[in-house]
Each structure stands twice: as structure tokens, then as C-alpha cells.
């Protein structure tokens, strides 16, 4: 007995810019159907459109697929370079007079357009060459081709999102399969292309819905097995308006420079119209074994930043610290600054536990971990500067001693602090925000005994040193 075929679904973007976060979605949710169904998830790059398709893009789109982890199988097919099949299936119709040759000039359709407009009608082609003998045409006039719909009836296309969705034929026109130039057209060529590509199960944004329609009209004609739909609901701003770039990021790659980690990002476009009751944090793997079109709902999905943000700083809790470090490090080189050393590295290493926690992104990881690369004196923000006036100085000064004759650990500092707190009558807060301006030059840290810890005593007496009242 043969065994059934695997179920196969593809993302198809058109490469004329950034991976849209939409379209990351439609990725994320080809991959996961694929993966969950033990399927595959195949990558069309739709470069038809000589004009605005550029190799940049194309890179652009490949390098927001690895760096989300959706990694397609098999090689990567190009629309263009099949145009000869896809007119080779044109002449099929053409040949099985399921398609015809149309030669009204740019003028005359013009002029129908105009009176169909006038006349308060639908804008569509009237059939005038479908019927007639292409004898009657001049010797030598250009023509299109253009498939033989249906007209009578509807074409009811059974969306696993949306249901039903019934379309008129007559409503449906002879649409053009092949340009004048020989150049076969969208619908053509993605249909053509599924078809060869073996693939099952369509899924996209509802913006194709209407396609779905005239796309039916080519693989019934070819007597071809008609794909499972599903046509996802359109991204919305948090304002429930359609998504812009008024709205803030749109490109994957501008995600990734504002400092998120992959998996949170594919946990956030998962849950941007799909849900499993009340989860929210839902890892790939669980993902993997959830995920349905069942639950895909109807309505726009809105964008929230925040939820994103929330999302990020949960799964940077729960990072490994040597991979965030070689993360934050990584950001560092970026932005041209000193490499550091292994000695460097480790203490990020020790460190992280403590930064992370305080942490919502990547980049404000980085800025928070600066303190442990800074170059003495280092520098202080405003704030940590006002904070250390003479009294805190001079505390400072009383606290080194102490410090220096602890074990240098976190609890033996804490324990230090806290009984040299008790021996000068004051509060907690009246030496350990001085402390954390001193080491850190910022207002927040990690706990400033963590940070005693990390930096070494070396360092850390210098630090202090290096603000405390000079000895008169």
C-alpha cells in the first residue's frame, strides 16, 4: 500500500523589500502546519517582477528566514526562471480551447472600461475574443492569452479559516494568462508553480482570497488536484487600523536590531491570530505539537509591542548566560567597540544571571552590562553623579576598608555592608546607592553586591577609589 502524501506547504514572498512581519507570520505558520503534519515547507521566491525584484531583497528575505529558524526543505525555486513552463501550460490551454487569444488593443479596452464605468458597471472583460476566429484578427496584431472561465455558477472555494467562501462567475473574467509579450502573469505562474512544487495546502493572508477564486478557473481546467486553503486574517495596529509603518517596526530585521531573541519573536507572530486557550508563553516545540488551522481566528490580528517586550524578557530569563553574553558581545563588535578579552568574557558570564533579570531586549542587555567594560574613571549619568556628594563620598571612603578586608563573594560582601550599615546608624539605601553609582555610573544594576562579586576586588576597590574624598 502507498503511503499518503506528505503534506507540503511553501511561503512565496515577492522579493521588492524587507521580510514584512505579516509575512514572517505566514512563514511561521507554513513551517509550523509542515512540521507539525511530519510535511514539508518549501521556499518560492516570486521574482516576476523584473522591475522592483532585487537580489538585496531576496537576501534580506533569506537571512529573517535563519535568523527566525524557519529553515525550508529542499532548494529554493525561482519564479522567474520557469517561465518557459508556465507558458508551456498556457499553450495547453490553449491547445484544449480552455484559453483563447485576445487582440483588442490597449485603446479599445480602454473605451470599454470607460463605458462599462459610466454605465455603473463592474469593471471586467467583456469576452469580446472568446468566441471569434482569431482569422479576424490583423496579420500580425499582438495579442494575450486569456483562460476560458466559467460564467454561469459559482466558484466555492472551502477555506479552513474562513469557511466557505462562494464567488459568482459571472463576476469572474477572462483574466490574461500571457502577456504580449509572451510573459506569463501572477495567477499563471503561481498556480503552475504549486502544482509542480507538489504542494497541499495553501497558506497565506486573505488579501489572496479573491485569487483563491481565479486561481480555481486554471486547476480546473488543467484537471488538477485543488489545494487545502486557508487565508489568514490581516495584521492591524494597535489602533485596529491596517498595519503601517506609523506603527512602528514592520521588518524582521528591524526586530532584530531592537534587541529580540528569535524564539520570542516566534512565539509573539504565533499568537498574532492563532491561540491555545489562555497560553501565552508557548515554546516552538509546543508549538510544533499545537498547532492547527482550527484555531486560526477570523478577525485582524492587532500588533502590541508591549506583549512582545513581555515575551522577549521572559525567554531572556530563561537563555543560556554564555550564549546571551556571546550575543551581547557580538552587539558590542557592531558597534566598533574594544573585542574583549576571555578574562572579560567569562566575568559577562558571571554577570548575566544578574543583568538579565532587568533586562526587556537585547540592546538594553548590552547598555547594562557596559559598566563591566568601562575604562576608569568611568563615566556617571547625571543622576548617579548628583547621588555622590560629599556624605556619600565620605562613606565610601569608610566602606573601602571594610570591603577590602571581606571574602569576595556576595554574601560575605552583603554580610559586610549590612554590619558596617549598623555600625554608622544609617540606612541601607544611603550606602548601597552610592556603591551601585561608584561601580556602575548608573542609577539601576544587578544587585550591587552581584556587582561587587563580578567585577573583583581589584577593580571594585578602584572604582571606589576613584570616588571617594582624597585624603587630606
Known amino acids: 500500500m502507498a503511503s499518503p502524501t506528505p503534506c507540503v506547504t511553501r511561503f512565496a514572498p515577492s522579493p521588492t523589500g524587507f521580510l514584512h512581519i505579516g509575512g514572517a507570520r505566514t512563514a511561521l505558520f507554513n513551517w509550523l502546519y509542515a512540521r507539525h503534519h511530519g510535511g514539508i515547507f518549501r ?40 517561465a518557459p513552463r508556465h507558458r508551456a501550460v498556457a499553450d495547453e490551454l490553449l491547445a484544449a480551447g ?33 468566441d471569434r476566429d482569431p482569422a479576424e484578427a490583423p496579420a500580425g496584431a499582438p495579442f494575450v492569452v486569456r483562460i476560458k472561465a466559467a460564467q454561469t455558477g459559482e466558484t466555492i472555494i472551502a477555506d479552513q479559516v474562513q469557511g466557505d467562501v462562494r464567488f459568482a ?6 483574466f490574461v494568462l500571457l502577456r504580449s509579450d509572451g510573459t506569463p502573469t501572477y495567477m499563471l505562474s503561481v498556480v503552475v508553480d504549486d502544482h509542480d512544487m507538489g504542494i497541499t495546502h495553501v497558506i497565506r493572508g486573505d488579501d489572496h482570497l479573491t485569487n483563491a477564486a481565479r486561481q480555481r478557473q486554471i486547476i480546473d481546467a488543467m484537471g488538477w488536484p485543488v489545494p487545502v486553503y486557508a487565508h489568514l486574517p ?59 488551522l ?88 547625571p543622576k548617579a553623579d548628583a547621588l555622590l556628594n560629599p556624605t556619600a563620598r565620605e562613606r565610601l571612603g569608610a566602606l573601602r576598608d571594610t570591603l577590602a578586608s571581606s571574602d569576595w563573594n556576595a554574601e560575605s560582601l552583603e554580610a559586610a555592608v549590612r554590619a558596617f550599615v549598623e555600625r554608622e546608624g544609617i540606612k541601607l539605601g544611603d550606602i548601597a546607592q552610592p556603591l551601585r553609582a561608584a ?20 577593580e571594585a576597590l578602584a572604582r571606589i577609589d576613584d570616588r571617594r574624598l582624597p585624603s587630606e
Open 234 to 292: 490581516m495584521l492591524h495596529g494597535e489602533d485596529g487600523a491596517k498595519l503601517s509603518k506609523r506603527h512602528g517596526a514592520l521588518g524582521i530585521h528591524e526586530y532584530e536590531a531592537l534587541g529580540y531573541l528569535p524564539e520570542a519573536m516566534r512565539n509573539y507572530l504565533l499568537r498574532l491570530g492563532w491561540s491555545h486557550g489562555d497560553d501565552e508563553v508557548i515554546s516552538t516545540e509546543q508549538a510544533i505539537a499545537w498547532f492547527n
Open 169 to 174: 462567475n459571472a463576476v469572474l473574467d477572462d
Open 294 to 381: 482550527e484555531n486560526v481566528g477570523r478577525s485582524p490580528a492587532r500588533v502590541d509591542l508591549k506583549k512582545l517586550e513581555s515575551l522577549n524578557a521572559h525567554y531572556m530569563r530563561e537563555a543560556d548566560d554564555t550564549r546571551l553574553a556571546d550575543i551581547v558581545l557580538g552587539l558590542r563588535a557592531q558597534a566598533g567597540e574594544t573585542p574583549a578579552s576571555e578574562a572579560a568574557r567569562a566575568m559577562l558570564i558571571r554577570a548575566m544571571p544578574g543583568l538579565k533579570a532587568r533586562a526587556r531586549t537585547l540592546t538594553e542587555l548590552r547598555e547594562s552590562a557596559g559598566f563591566l567594560f568601562a575604562v576608569r574613571p568611568i563615566t556617571l549619568e
Open 98 to 130: 480552455k484559453a483563447y487569444r485576445c487582440y483588442a488593443s490597449a485603446a479599445e479596452l480602454d473605451a470599454m472600461r470607460a463605458a462599462q464605468k459610466e454605465a455603473g458597471q463592474p469593471i471586467r472583460y467583456d469576452g469580446r475574443w472568446r
Open 439 to 458: 561601580l556602575t555610573g548608573r542609577m539601576t544594576s544587578p544587585p550591587v553586591f552581584d556587582v561587587l562579586a563580578v567585577l573583583g576586588p581589584e
Open 43 to 82: 521556499l518560492r521566491i516570486e521574482d516576476t517582477d523584473r522591475e522592483r525584484s532585487t537580489e538585496a531583497a531576496i537576501a534580506a528575505i533569506l537571512q529573517g528566514l535563519d535568523w527566525l529558524g524557519l529553515h525550508h526543505d529542499a532548494e529554493v525555486v525561482h519564479q522567474f526562471a520557469r
